[in-house]
């Protein structure tokens, strides 16, 4: 095994879905400055990126929108960039970092997951808010690491992941995919020649349905109840359930990680592993 | 009839292939010199014995070379010992028999720990305590520390006879310059957080602004939050207090509260700069 | 060094343009630009710009909207259960 093969071997035993390679370089023409992965880990070389699937067949079949609001997923891509971490610094004596993606300035994180997973050859945009598609498994959720391993990239898909076929000929009969169908609110694109040729996403929007309770919410919430004069309103929005939830969501964070799966549960890619008995 | 030796041994060796990088055991009552009351083991656990301490999951290399800011303060690995700690209780009780404690890695009440693992981790000779505050290994440096309290008579170790600091380039550096790494970048006469000097080759702590500190460890966090609250509430008018409200300081505390597990610690500075922090391994 | 805290005017005035300029309304072909790249454009500090983008994403919409969200969510996972799974008694009315 070559030396990539067993740092992407590690990750998948330790609950990797997917596991592809960019090269350091790579981000620079996309990236603007201070978002790189030399930017975080000075002399770094390759970025290491793990899939981890998203929620279970089951989930996907509920009718109770909220059981998926809770049990999006459950992060074991970033167990599998521990390991390798681990991996890279103990056996193979180069420096190695989980990239930082929680967000830290409004949604802004560091480093782009999305663009990581692109760049290791792992999928591509899709029209559904511009979420990366794997070709074989549809949603996945990425994480990364950053080394100055020097490992060998991943090659870029061959064709990309959006539009599946099904949604080709939808667009040619109809005008429009089962995404951008169900979410006309966030999502936007038009298709030619079976390939995306324009598509908006209007994140602000999304997020009041991807994080209906979560950090966002909870700020909304407490402005309302700053400015409200009335005791007995404020009391209302305090024990409101939309309150609760907010609350509880930033107590128990997988709460709000992910919420709201629409235009992933109406994407043909990667559907035939939902279908079970 | 149990054999201890062994019982300590077998204990040990669960916790290093759990995870831990060290692991040592502490006697109960070395605790009640040093801790106030209701923070000793045996105010936890009637009957404690010993306590096993392990320590782990620090920072990695890379970690400290890093350069952004972000990175030891959003994907912090600390958590990653308590699994181990849980372990060690859970093995106790089933293999030994005896009663077994984790301590709850949280607070009591304010900031006040239910029992110091920095106690415990130099007292079960796992470190000593640095110029900077935290307690050093002498291989591994800096690292993240959970603790077990038992009424099982394990064996115990003793404590550390060779501190990690000051280090020879901590010595050197206060020859020369009549300060130290730490000391230089974080001083309490500049609005800092460190007072000290080296004395007789020992680190001697002259001063520690906790407080100041906390808005550094925790820069965003319970008491960040309370502020930023404290702030809005006494705004009169609507829209400044928008600003307070949907400012990036709340939202990004409200992050570090959610995603608590990877943002329990936000400033390394000290640790940063240590020679006896990071651990003896060279990478590449 | 007091805490930073944005004038609602200068918000006001350049909210719109920060929005337009970042990451918050997305077009596949290019991307948001940072805010040190907005600061740039419109001769703001990077700070400024930062503290006016966190405001304006969270300002974007109004209470109002989370509402919807959570009737459009209850609708289409409702809606599609009762399709897929063939259990018209499911569909939302």
């Known amino acids: ?277 | 009839m149990t054999d201890f030796a062994v019982a300590t041994k077998q204990i040990k060796t669960l916790a290093l292939k759990a995870g831990a990088t060290v692991v040592g055991v502490a006697d109960a009552a070395a605790f009640d010199v040093h801790a106030p009351v209701k923070h000793r083991p045996a105010d936890l656990l009637p009957g404690a014995r010993t306590v096993v301490v392990v320590g782990g999951a620090q920072p990695r290399a890379g970690d400290w070379v890093a350069t952004s800011p972000w990175l030891l303060s959003t994907m912090g690995t600390t958590e990653r010992i308590q699994g181990v700690g849980r372990r060690v209780a859970q093995a106790i009780e089933s293999e030994l028999g005896y009663y077994a404690l984790f301590v709850p890695p949280g607070t009591a009440s304010g900031d006040t720990p239910f029992l110091s693992l920095m106690l415990a981790a130099e007292l079960a000779g796992l470190g000593t305590r640095s110029l900077a505050g935290p307690v050093l290994n002498r291989d591994h440096g800096f690292m993240y520390w959970s603790a077990v309290i038992t009424t099982a008579p394990l064996e115990v170790d003793p404590p550390d006879a060779a501190p990690a600091c000051p280090a020879p380039p901590c010595r050197e550096m206060w020859e020369r310059e009549g300060t130290t790494p730490c000391l230089r970048v974080c001083p309490i006469d500049a609005g800092g957080c460190l007072g000290g000097r080296l004395e007789h080759d020992r680190p001697v702590r002259t001063a520690y602004d906790a407080g100041r500190c906390n808005t550094r460890v925790h820069t965003h966090w319970v008491g960040g939050f309370q502020k930023v609250l404290e702030e809005t509430l006494n705004e009169p008018d609507r829209e400044r207090r928008k600003m307070l409200v949907y400012g990036d300081f709340m939202t990004r505390t409200l992050w570090a509260i959610t995603y608590s597990s990877t943002n329990i610690a936000q400033c390394f500075e000290c640790m940063r700069v240590c020679p006896a922090a990071h651990g003896l391994k060279e990478m590449r | 060094m007091t805490f930073f805290r944005l004038d609602p005017e200068l918000y006001a005035r350049h909210k719109d343009e920060v929005l337009r300029l970042c990451n918050s309304f997305q077009t596949i072909e290019r991307r948001g630009l940072s805010d040190k790249e907005i600061a740039a454009r419109l001769g703001l500090d990077e700070r400024t710009v930062t503290e006016i983008r966190v405001i304006a994403e969270r300002d974007s919409y109004p209470l109002d909207e989370w509402e919807r969200a959570i009737a459009f969510k209850r609708k289409a996972c409702a809606d599609w259960a009762a399709l897929a799974l063939k259990r018209p008694e499911l569909k939302e009315p």
């Not at chain 1, 981890?52 to 609001?69: I, L, N, Q, Y």
């Not at chain 1, 459950?74 to 390991?83: F, P, Q, S, Y």
């Not at chain 1, 993606?101 to 029209?127: D, I, N, Q, T, Y």
């Not at chain 1, 309150?243 to 919420?259: C, N, P």
Request: charged share 20%; net charge neutral; with cysteine.
């Open chain 1, 1 to 277: 095994m070559t030396v990539t093969e067993t740092v992407k071997a590690v990750g998948l035993r330790a609950g990797a879905r997917v596991v592809g390679v960019a090269s350091a370089e790579a981000f620079r023409a996309g990236v603007p400055e201070g978002y790189r992965p030399e930017d975080i880990l000075p002399g770094a070389r390759s970025v290491v990126v793990a899939g981890g699937d998203g929620p279970t067949a089951g989930a996907w079949r509920s009718a109770d929108h909220r059981v998926m609001e809770i049990t999006g997923y459950d992060l074991r891509e970033n167990v599998a960039i521990h390991a390798m971490c681990d991996h890279i610094e103990r056996e193979l004596g180069h420096y190695a970092v989980q990239a930082p993606s929680l967000p830290v300035h409004g949604h802004e994180p560091p480093m782009s997951m999305m663009h990581a997973a692109e760049l290791a050859g792992l999928g591509s945009r899709s029209f559904a808010a511009h979420i990366i598609l794997n070709p074989e498994y549809g949603l996945l959720y990425y994480a990364a690491l950053i080394t100055t391993l020097p490992l060998e990239p991943s090659p870029p898909l061959a064709e990309p992941a959006c539009p599946h076929p099904g949604c080709v000929a939808m667009y040619k009969r109809i005008g429009t995919t089962p995404c951008l169908r169900v979410c006309p609110a966030c999502l936007s694109g038009t298709m030619q020649n079976a390939r995306i040729e324009t598509s908006t996403y209007d994140r602000e929007k999304c997020h009041s349905r991807a994080q209906t309770y979560g950090i966002g919410s909870f700020q909304k919430a407490l402005l309302a109840l700053v400015d409200e004069q009335d005791k007995a309103r404020r009391h209302d929005i305090i024990y409101s359930d939309f309150f609760t939830k907010s609350v509880e969501s930033l107590g128990f964070f997988r709460d709000s990680i992910a919420q709201c799966f629409e235009c992933m549960r109406v994407c043909p890619v990667g559907r035939k592993y939902r279908k079970l008995q």
